[in-house]
């Protein structure tokens, strides 16, 4: 059987990372999110700094022609960046089960077989709390980080891919976080893995 794959494209403040972390470890397999960019830096030979700097960011237009070429061809940087990290998470799936967060991964493994992609999301009063208290931003800023963070997953991803972020086709199962908690979300993904991989 082909490994276990699981992404997971999650909403700001919607606890998708930690629903993922701890989902990995119920199920026994790898967890992936800064980790995956260790992956593609020592593959790519290209310093982990670029990755975290440019992390699930489209590329401003203006900088974009104006962007440091890397390679053959002319490839803008931007682009050697994402396609270090499609190459990253192909690979990781060639070899293991995993859960994989973000970074267009539902994208890069579209025509591998295993593979479950979830999207998590809660109401925005939900995750502005959650983004206060959890991830401590500043109470003033908070909506607006929350809305930014938001728009810069979706920008990339639609800029990089032909489908939508958020959209309910891209994925097996999309889950309020906030209906049953990060713990009750856990328990039913597990199930719902369960009986996917057991039909």
């Known amino acids: 059987m082909s490994n276990k794959i699981i992404t997971i494209t999650r909403q ?4 998708g990372r930690e629903i993922g972390q ?3 470890e119920q199920i026994g397999v790898e967890f992936y999110d ?5 992956v593609a830096a ?10 975290e700097e440019n992390d699930e960011k489209r590329p401003n237009s203006f900088l974009y022609l104006l962007s440091t070429t890397y390679g053959q061809g002319g490839v803008p940087f931007d682009d050697t960046l994402f396609f270090a990290q499609l190459n ?8 293991q089960s995993c859960v994989i967060i973000g970074r267009c991964a539902d994208y890069a493994l579209r025509d591998f ?3 479950v992609n979830i999207f998590i999301c809660a109401p925005f009063e939900v995750r502005v709390k959650r983004a206060i208290e959890v ?3 500043a109470e003033k800023h908070a909506e607006d980080y929350v809305k930014r ?14 489908k939508r972020w958020g959209s309910p086709s891209n994925y097996q199962l999309c889950i309020d976080s906030s209906a049953l908690g990060i713990d009750g979300s856990v328990t039913l993904l597990k199930q719902f893995l369960d009986d996917y991989y057991n039909r």
């Open 149 to 162: 963070i938001d728009k810069q997953r979706t920008s990339y991803y639609n800029y990089y891919t032909d």
């Open 34 to 38: 800064n980790k995956l960019l260790d």
């Open 113 to 115: 077989e295993g593979v």
């Open 88 to 95: 990253a998470i192909q690979k990781i799936a060639l070899e």
């Open 135 to 137: 991830y401590d931003i």
């Open 42 to 51: 020592g593959n790519s030979g290209i310093h982990k700094s670029h990755f």
């Open 22 to 24: 701890k989902l990995a």
């Open 12 to 15: 700001y403040g919607s606890g």
